[in-house]
């Protein structure tokens, strides 16, 4: 375990650096995110002014809501970015190297690429959730603040199981699974607002089906105080639970594994 | 022009082989426009007399943007000429005796067409089966339609004009992302894709509708279910065309100008 850890940490010092070669293009990327992050800002500032209250949340709660679910998606595609470009190292053949090496391949996986290039929408997730923080009047004690710490937990376990699906999946697709972006992509753009907002189904759907709103909804109505019972504190961690059979899925698709490169 | 529609023609029948990936494209255009719809109607529930729109009206409007996503979105740029940009294939292009501005033209327009094509007709069949108010409604009348598929070319065609000034900017630069990236999402955000322009605040509302960028999705897709009318309209169609003018005249001196001034790079 400890020497994993330190494996582990050696793939992510690597990773820095080689992306430190290409500064103008790491810089870019993050101006690149930082606009389309001011732009969904702006349009739901605008909204807000038009409609100052929706199904009881203001225009902070919605920000808050939206920096934490940002951080989230922007913490699981730093560190789980091996899994999102699964689709390439399986066709060019390089899953075969991570096969042929005494070492867990689930961890080589993840250590295979690190995107600090995502620490852009990172701080600006962490800025709204400060901006949250500040202009809503939250009775803080230790339990708010262990909920925040288990949604951000919660949600880049979450994040990082619907990448582990798409790769398991490459194993029989051989190719990259675009329609998997509605999980991931989908869900950090539309997850801006709290869930309920979509209705009282789909708020069932992610509910069950897939269990967005225990690192979402759920939490951040206790955190906000509309709901006081404590145990929705502890639900994001459920979602962990959830990493148990996305895990399970890879390596059953490990089995299924035919090299495709050259 | 023969030589133009050849190089369309060519550019189409590439386009067209991508099918898989415009499966891909319309399962997110049909989650991305129920989303949306289903945000929409909290915001009118919670108050529907601040409304801009009506509410059948917006949501033609989203199943449209979604359908035709392909011919507006200012983030569809032609990889070819990009990398042909930054690898000194330029030179080649420019070698041939044909017009840089119309070539490009004519494939970033067929590029579109066939990227739309092979996706609009699913979205709008089953936006058209869902019930009133969330799905598409029928346009107003034929005239409405007729205007609606004019202004959808025009809008189409000032798209493309845009798009052809950064292509121009990119053969003076040594690299052009940045400014890419930053033209295209600000027109991203004028143009009405991130909210529709009647939820600006009416000032901003009022200046943005007088920008190139409202021509491009906004005006085809309130004229279809006529939210768009009257002296508006036609405010909004002669503006559509000034600015096609303005930017093709822009863009063809651009590039006219780029045998003299293109920075070639590659070896």
Same mark, same amino acid.
């Given at each position: 375990m400890k020497h994993s850890f330190r494996l582990y940490r050696h793939y992510i010092a690597i990773n820095i650096r080689s992306a430190m070669q290409y500064k103008s293009s790491f810089w870019l990327t993050m101006f690149g995110q930082l606009l389309s992050t001011v732009s969904t800002l702006f349009g739901v500032i605008f909204m807000f002014q038009r409609f100052p209250v929706v199904k009881g949340f203001t225009l902070n709660d919605v920000i808050l809501c939206c920096g934490i679910v940002q951080m989230q998606f922007s913490l699981s595609e730093m560190w789980a970015r091996g899994f999102d470009r699964f689709a390439v190292i399986i066709r060019k053949g390089e899953y075969d190297r991570v096969l042929l090496r005494p070492r867990n391949e689930i961890l080589q996986v993840f250590g295979s690429q690190f995107e600090l290039s995502r620490i852009g929408r990172l701080i600006q997730g962490a800025l709204m959730l400060a901006y949250g923080i500040i202009r809503i009047k939250i009775h803080w004690d230790v339990l708010k603040v262990l909920t925040l710490f288990n949604m951000i937990l919660g949600g880049t376990a979450l994040f990082t199981g619907l990448c582990i699906i798409r790769a398991a999946l490459c194993f029989f697709?051989? +190719?990259? #699974? +675009? @329609?998997?972006n509605i999980f991931t992509d989908g869900a950090r753009e539309h997850g801006k607002? !709290?869930?309920n907002i979509y209705g009282d189904k789909f708020l069932l759907f992610c509910t069950v089906? &897939?269990?967005y709103a225990l690192v979402q909804y759920y939490p951040l109505i206790y955190i906000l105080g509309q709901r006081t019972e404590w145990w929705l504190a502890f639900l994001p961690l459920l979602v962990l639970l959830y990493l148990i059979p996305c895990i399970a899925l890879f390596r059953f698709g490990v089995r299924h594994y035919q090299s495709s490169g050259s | 022009m023969k030589k133009y529609f050849s190089f369309f023609k060519l550019r189409l029948q590439m386009g067209m082989q991508y099918r898989v990936a415009a499966l891909a494209g319309m399962a997110t255009q049909f989650f991305w426009g129920f989303m949306l719809i289903f945000a929409y109607h909290a915001f009118y529930e919670s108050n529907p007399d601040a409304f801009p729109m009506e509410f059948s009206a917006l949501a033609s409007y989203i199943w449209l943007q979604q359908a035709f996503l392909m011919l507006f979105t200012t983030w569809r740029f032609d990889n070819d000429i990009l990398s042909m940009i930054s690898d000194g294939g330029l030179s080649y292009e420019l070698a041939r005796p044909v017009s840089l501005y119309r070539m490009w033209f004519a494939k970033n327009l067929a590029m579109r067409l066939s990227e739309a094509t092979l996706r609009f007709a699913p979205v709008l069949l089953v936006a058209i089966l869902v019930p009133k108010p969330y799905g598409l409604s029928l346009p107003k009348s034929p005239w409405h339609l007729l205007l609606f598929l004019v202004t959808l070319v025009l809008g189409l065609l000032l798209t493309i004009s845009f798009l052809m000034l950064i292509y121009g900017l990119s053969t003076r630069m040594l690299s052009s992302t940045g400014i890419r990236v930053f033209l295209s999402s600000v027109m991203e955000f004028l143009s009405g894709q &991130? &909210?529709? #322009? !009647? @939820? @600006? !605040?009416d000032k901003v509302r009022f200046v943005l509708e007088l920008l190139p960028s409202a021509g491009m999705q906004n005006v085809p897709l309130r004229i279809y279910s006529g939210d768009l009318s009257g002296a508006a309209m036609v405010r909004a169609i002669v503006l559509q065309i000034v600015w096609l003018f303005v930017f093709v005249i822009a863009g063809e001196l651009l590039l006219r100008n780029a045998e003299k001034r293109a920075v070639l790079q590659g070896g």
């Amino acid at each position: 375990m400890k020497h994993s850890f330190r494996l582990y940490r050696h793939y992510i010092a690597i990773n820095i650096r080689s992306a430190m070669q290409y500064k103008s293009s790491f810089w870019l990327t993050m101006f690149g995110q930082l606009l389309s992050t001011v732009s969904t800002l702006f349009g739901v500032i605008f909204m807000f002014q038009r409609f100052p209250v929706v199904k009881g949340f203001t225009l902070n709660d919605v920000i808050l809501c939206c920096g934490i679910v940002q951080m989230q998606f922007s913490l699981s595609e730093m560190w789980a970015r091996g899994f999102d470009r699964f689709a390439v190292i399986i066709r060019k053949g390089e899953y075969d190297r991570v096969l042929l090496r005494p070492r867990n391949e689930i961890l080589q996986v993840f250590g295979s690429q690190f995107e600090l290039s995502r620490i852009g929408r990172l701080i600006q997730g962490a800025l709204m959730l400060a901006y949250g923080i500040i202009r809503i009047k939250i009775h803080w004690d230790v339990l708010k603040v262990l909920t925040l710490f288990n949604m951000i937990l919660g949600g880049t376990a979450l994040f990082t199981g619907l990448c582990i699906i798409r790769a398991a999946l490459c194993f029989f697709t051989l +190719e990259g #699974l +675009e @329609f998997m972006n509605i999980f991931t992509d989908g869900a950090r753009e539309h997850g801006k607002y !709290p869930l309920n907002i979509y209705g009282d189904k789909f708020l069932l759907f992610c509910t069950v089906a &897939i269990p967005y709103a225990l690192v979402q909804y759920y939490p951040l109505i206790y955190i906000l105080g509309q709901r006081t019972e404590w145990w929705l504190a502890f639900l994001p961690l459920l979602v962990l639970l959830y990493l148990i059979p996305c895990i399970a899925l890879f390596r059953f698709g490990v089995r299924h594994y035919q090299s495709s490169g050259s | 022009m023969k030589k133009y529609f050849s190089f369309f023609k060519l550019r189409l029948q590439m386009g067209m082989q991508y099918r898989v990936a415009a499966l891909a494209g319309m399962a997110t255009q049909f989650f991305w426009g129920f989303m949306l719809i289903f945000a929409y109607h909290a915001f009118y529930e919670s108050n529907p007399d601040a409304f801009p729109m009506e509410f059948s009206a917006l949501a033609s409007y989203i199943w449209l943007q979604q359908a035709f996503l392909m011919l507006f979105t200012t983030w569809r740029f032609d990889n070819d000429i990009l990398s042909m940009i930054s690898d000194g294939g330029l030179s080649y292009e420019l070698a041939r005796p044909v017009s840089l501005y119309r070539m490009w033209f004519a494939k970033n327009l067929a590029m579109r067409l066939s990227e739309a094509t092979l996706r609009f007709a699913p979205v709008l069949l089953v936006a058209i089966l869902v019930p009133k108010p969330y799905g598409l409604s029928l346009p107003k009348s034929p005239w409405h339609l007729l205007l609606f598929l004019v202004t959808l070319v025009l809008g189409l065609l000032l798209t493309i004009s845009f798009l052809m000034l950064i292509y121009g900017l990119s053969t003076r630069m040594l690299s052009s992302t940045g400014i890419r990236v930053f033209l295209s999402s600000v027109m991203e955000f004028l143009s009405g894709q &991130i &909210i529709p #322009l !009647p @939820f @600006f !605040p009416d000032k901003v509302r009022f200046v943005l509708e007088l920008l190139p960028s409202a021509g491009m999705q906004n005006v085809p897709l309130r004229i279809y279910s006529g939210d768009l009318s009257g002296a508006a309209m036609v405010r909004a169609i002669v503006l559509q065309i000034v600015w096609l003018f303005v930017f093709v005249i822009a863009g063809e001196l651009l590039l006219r100008n780029a045998e003299k001034r293109a920075v070639l790079q590659g070896g």
